[in-house]
């Protein structure tokens, strides 16, 4: 079993900054791709941005230039650092992983989520 654990959302400013962070824990070989993905209400939940093993990034145009993601790979842990904050920023924000389990298995997780809210 595989458990990933968000922190770091909260209520912000427009214009402001917030850093999420993952961590991933449990029956872990290797972890390919992290990322952060995103779901506001009455919207479908859309890639914020992603990283593989290898550094390589991919972002959605609406935060490119903005919102930065990052990784431990030998803690199993993404971030993201989210700058200049609009209120269409606001969702519920979601870990995603697709790891390779000790037994080998591939599966794809998900955090419970965590509350981004840009209002002033």
């Known amino acids: 079993q595989v458990q990933l654990v968000e922190s770091g959302g909260g209520l912000v400013q427009p214009g402001g900054s917030l850093r999420l962070s993952c961590a991933a824990s449990?029956?872990?070989?290797?972890?390919?791709?992290m990322g952060w993905y995103r779901q506001a209400p009455g919207k479908q939940r859309e890639l914020v941005a992603a990283m593989d093993s290898g550094g390589s990034t991919s972002y959605a145009d609406s935060v490119k230039g903005r919102f930065t993601i990052s990784r431990h790979n030998a803690k199993n842990t993404v971030y993201l650092q989210m700058n200049s904050l609009k209120p269409e920023d606001t969702a519920v924000y979601y870990c995603?992983?697709?790891?390779?389990?000790?037994?080998?298995?591939?599966?794809?997780?998900w955090g419970q989520g965590t509350q981004v809210t840009v209002s002033s």
């Open positions: 995603n992983a697709d790891v390779r389990t000790n037994l080998g298995y591939l599966y794809d997780y």
């Open positions: 449990g029956s872990i070989f290797s972890i390919n791709v």
